[in-house]
């Protein structure tokens, strides 16, 4: 079973109060409902949301309702369930707001049907139910989104969800809208907001574990990069005293160059605050990394005047 299917199954029987069931009702009949002249028409693949649809309509409407499975796939037996409305289609449509009184088509609510926020997340609950899907953690990226046909249902759950602070875009995608969120923690929030809290555990599971993943890795290169820039540099070191020692007699320097040679060539691998705790050690003379490096400028310039 697929993580968006184990959220919607641990959240199709939570009960809520009847404005909070008719915001969601409201999001699911405006994104999946075919209205006809006399019936309406809803086809789902979760059976368990369907129940959820069907009980909400029978508690709030007591209307004539069927619910039947339909194979769409023979190979495969695939299904649909099929929910059909077959009467007090016109009272449903106007109360939860998807036609107004002359029987016009509404695919914004108006402002009662999620006044509050619990409204507000009722009607974003609806909609993740009908058409919203999340991939699992554990096996691809960070992404939740919502597929809808209409474009202005589309950028209205947007405006819900970023009133919330959830930092959602809108994007076409082939003949429908896609309403996507991207961060984790947004994410993260909006499982919390469906008070699906096992979901949330699991999920939370993981990205703790891929975020201390990745920053150890991040450790380790830059731990990496480190490294190699002391090889880098003392490569360059060691060949700078080689050439030193080809225009220059070594005897005839000075004493602190000298010494910066010795040191380096008898420990090749240091880096230069390795070389200044050691000179400083074993010749009972303080010296910095910053005189450590000063005299290699030095040895760099005797070089360029040289050649």
């Not at 809208?177 to 984790?184: F, T, W």
């Not at 000298?258 to 230069?272: A, D, G, H, W």
Request: glycine content about 2%.
């Amino acid at each position: 079973m697929s993580f968006t299917a184990n959220i919607k199954n641990e959240i199709i029987n939570l009960e809520y109060h009847e404005t909070e069931l008719i915001a969601e009702l409201s999001a699911i009949i405006n994104i999946s409902a075919k209205i006809k002249r006399e019936k309406i028409d809803i086809y789902i693949e979760n059976i368990g949301v369907s129940r959820r649809i069907y009980k909400i309509l029978k508690d709030l409407f007591q209307a004539e309702i069927t619910l039947e499975k339909e194979k769409i796939n023979r190979l495969n037996k695939n299904y649909l369930i099929h929910i059909e409305i077959k009467d007090k289609e016109k009272k449903i449509l106007k109360a939860l707001c998807i036609i107004n009184e002359e029987g016009k088509r509404l695919y914004i609510p108006k402002n009662y049907i999620c006044d509050s926020l619990e409204e507000k997340k009722s009607y974003l609950r609806g909609a993740f139910l009908i058409c919203g899907s999340l991939n699992d953690p554990s096996t691809s990226r960070y992404h939740l989104e919502f597929i809808i046909e209409n474009k202005k249902t589309a950028e209205y759950i947007s405006k819900i969800l970023n009133e919330l602070n959830y930092n959602s875009k809108v994007l076409k995608r082939e003949k429908n809208y896609m309403v996507y969120i991207k961060e984790s923690e947004k994410i993260s929030d909006f499982i919390k907001l469906l008070n699906a809290y096992n979901s949330l555990f699991y999920y939370e599971d993981i990205r703790i574990y891929r975020d201390h993943k990745n920053m150890t890795n991040r450790l380790n290169n830059c731990e990496q990069a480190n490294i190699d820039k002391i090889v880098f540099s003392s490569n360059e070191q060691l060949e700078n005293i080689k050439k030193l020692k080809e225009i220059k007699d070594f005897e005839l320097l000075d004493d602190k160059i000298k010494e910066i040679c010795i040191y380096k060539e008898k420990y090749p691998e240091s880096s230069m605050q390795e070389l200044a705790n050691i000179i400083s050690i074993e010749t009972n003379k303080k010296i910095t990394k910053s005189g450590i490096n000063h005299r290699f400028r030095k040895i760099k310039e005797i070089i360029s005047k040289s050649e």
